[in-house]
Nanobody, 124 residues
Framework: QVQLVESGGGFVQAGGSLKLSCTAS????????LGWFRQAPGKDREFVAS????????YYADSVKGRFTISRDNAKTTVYLQMTSLKPEDTAVYYCAEGPNFGRSSMYSDYPYRGQGTQVTVSS
């Protein structure tokens, strides 16, 4: 069983930056794809970014492309989400998730191992 714990969320002004981390324990995640998702109040959970097993391929939602960067450190069993040029519409709870895929999927259901989330609030 894998446990995923997110950290790094907080309150930031528009235009600012935050870096989220998600550390896994219980089993190596080296062989699985990792993704970040978010859910704003009153909205459905949406895909943000994902990364392949070796970090060689990354995928982004159009809304964050060019502003967010996903990366992973398999030695530390950690995935990161560097967020820059943050906007109020980025406000959400951010979740990391792991799944037996190549990191190409944008569907939350393809990532059965999930963290509890970390709140990101961007003020205007």
């Amino acid at each position: 069983q894998v446990q995923l714990v997110e950290s790094g969320g907080g309150f930031v002004q528009a235009g600012g930056s935050l870096k989220l981390s998600c550390t896994a324990s219980g089993r190596t995640v080296n062989w699985y794809g990792l993704g970040w998702f978010r859910q704003a109040p009153g909205k459905d959970r949406e895909f943000v970014a994902s990364i392949s097993r070796n970090g060689g391929s990354t995928y982004y939602a159009d809304s964050v492309k060019g502003r967010f960067t996903i990366s992973r450190d398999n030695a530390k069993t950690t995935v990161y989400l560097q967020m820059t040029s943050l906007k109020p519409e980025d406000t959400a709870v951010y979740y990391c998730a792991e799944g037996p895929n190549f990191g190409r999927s944008s569907m939350y259901s393809d990532y059965p191992y999930r963290g509890q989330g970390t709140q990101v609030t961007v003020s205007s």
